[in-house]
């Protein structure tokens, strides 16, 4: 550790690496000092804007330990600044950290490469494009410098490859050439722990996209690959077969749920096909079915119109609907089912009102809302209709039965008896279930998914390199660069 006393404010200046230095600056009063002569140079600006890191700073990169020497902020013009700071490891090896726009890129000194720098340049195997050429010279500094440090106007020659780029850097006669990689700004963060970091403007030089997509691919060609054997698998190991069939009459399943026989469904999960079939002619019929796993108690419920209409007009027929329904219940898991069914029809439809039923069980007696009950004979379905106000007068035998009829709902409140359908032509439906083969159409959605992933982070990344080169006079997205 050496201790260099500053001639003008006499400001102790502390340097804890062994290293010999031509030039320090005063950390408070900021002379340029010769430490061996003592003399005060001149006077240097003092780095203030967006500087995070001090002169003594520790902090590791790639393992290792890295210590703050200097700081320089350098200038291009009159507005663009960037900050670089001087490192050195305890093997005295040096290494450096430039900041621009909070975008941040870790540099090493390297042996100048023999090939001439043109539009590319090869290092390592690898090959940069030119990015630009930058003049520079230096707006403020602090630090230890074990060169004289050069306010002299330097010339910065940037070659770029992704996340890396080479940099020559000229000052009078002077070269040194540099290799550097993109470093988060988290890493940073992390491990130098300032007290703040500037944000983000613009994309880095060396900035990487926010996708690794080699990475995406691979990842995604092994869950394709996994979802093709899965579903090859599923698709060998499973035949289409019929696993429920049955006719059922309107009159069976009116005012009440019809739960049919048991079923088993064996293998993967995988639709469940229904098919149902009404005799309907210029009516409709509605069939509310309900599958319930008798394991879990979990029930997928749907309700399905049969309708079916034609006829005559201006010369020409016509028709719309169908005599059949198919539908799929999707995604069906193995295991032992049933079905509860209602239905019901024109003509058909459940009576609306209150509902009484003789004790015998013969008549039933429906009120509406006009005063009106209407009596009907369960044996034969002929249907009589009464008015309440005069019904005691006029036919006390059915007044009689009526309240008889009431005594026995009180009595007897869930009885219910069937109306009979004399409806010949359409007076059954016919219900048709079948244990469908794994669908292919969820495989090729998701392969769909991910392919359409990829291309737009290709697409994405084209617009992130262009927005990148943009600031290049040697963008390759630029139709007459070299």
């Known amino acids: 550790m050496k201790t260099y006393i500053c001639p003008s404010c006499k400001t102790e200046n502390i340097l804890t690496i062994d290293i010999e230095i031509e030039h320090y600056i005063c950390k408070s009063c900021s002379n340029l000092i010769n430490p061996e002569t003592g003399t005060i140079l001149k006077s240097v600006k003092k780095p203030t804007e967006n500087v995070v890191l001090e002169v003594g700073q520790k902090g590791k990169i790639d393992g290792i330990q890295y210590q703050v020497i200097a700081i320089v902020v350098r200038k291009y013009g009159t507005s663009v600044f960037w900050r670089e700071y001087y490192l050195k490891d305890k093997d005295k090896n040096d290494a450096f950290l430039s900041e621009s726009s909070g975008h941040w890129v870790f540099l090493q000194p390297k042996e100048m490469p023999k090939k001439d720098f043109k539009f590319h340049t090869e290092f390592n195997g690898k090959k940069y494009r030119w990015y630009e050429s930058t003049p520079n010279n230096i707006d403020a500094a602090t630090g230890f410098f074990e060169d004289k440090i050069k306010f002299s106007l330097a010339y910065y020659k940037e070659f770029v490859n992704g996340t890396e780029m080479v940099s020559i850097e000229q000052v009078g006669a002077e070269k040194t050439f540099l290799w550097g990689k993109h470093i988060p700004k988290s890493e940073i963060k992390r491990q130098f722990k300032p007290n703040y970091m500037p944000n983000y403007s613009g994309i880095g030089i060396v900035q990487p996209y926010y996708i690794n997509i080699k990475q995406l691919i691979n990842v995604l060609a092994i869950v394709a690959l996994l979802m093709s054997l899965l579903q ?52 409709w019929a509605n069939v509310e079915l309900s599958l319930v796993n008798e394991k879990t108690n979990e029930i997928e ?42 239905a019901q029809k024109q003509g058909f439809e459940q009576p609306s009102g209150e509902t009484f039923y003789s004790p015998d069980g013969t008549k039933s007696f429906i009120y509406d809302d006009l005063g009106f009950v209407d009596v009907t004979t369960l044996a034969t379905g002929e249907k009589m209709s009464y008015n309440l106000s005069n019904l005691q007068t006029n036919d006390s035998i059915i007044y009689s039965e009526l309240e008889k009829a009431k005594e026995f709902k009180l009595k007897n409140p869930n009885f219910s008896a069937t109306l009979p359908d004399t409806d010949r032509q359409n ?43 943009k600031n290049s006079n040697y963008s390759p997205f630029n139709e007459y660069t070299n």
């Open 232 to 283: 090859l698998y599923n698709t060998v190991s499973r035949t289409n077969y019929e696993v429920f069939s049955d006719k059922i009459r309107f009159d069976s399943v009116r005012n009440k749920e019809l739960i049919s026989k048991s079923f088993d469904l064996n293998g993967a999960s995988a639709p469940l096909n229904v098919k149902l079939h009404s005799n309907v002619d210029n009516s």
């Open 301 to 342: 419920y749907t309700s399905q119109d049969i309708e079916q209409y034609h006829g005559y007009e201006s010369g020409e027929s016509w028709s719309e609907g169908d005599k059949n329904k198919e539908f799929n219940f999707c995604g069906v898991a193995p295991g032992k089912y049933h079905f509860a069914i209602n």
């Open 427 to 469: 007076p059954t439906f016919e219900i048709q279930a079948f244990w469908r083969p794994v669908s292919f159409w969820n495989y090729f959605i998701i392969i769909g998914i991910m392919i359409v992933l990829v291309l737009l982070n290709y697409w994405g990344k084209y617009l992130f390199d262009k927005e990148k080169w």
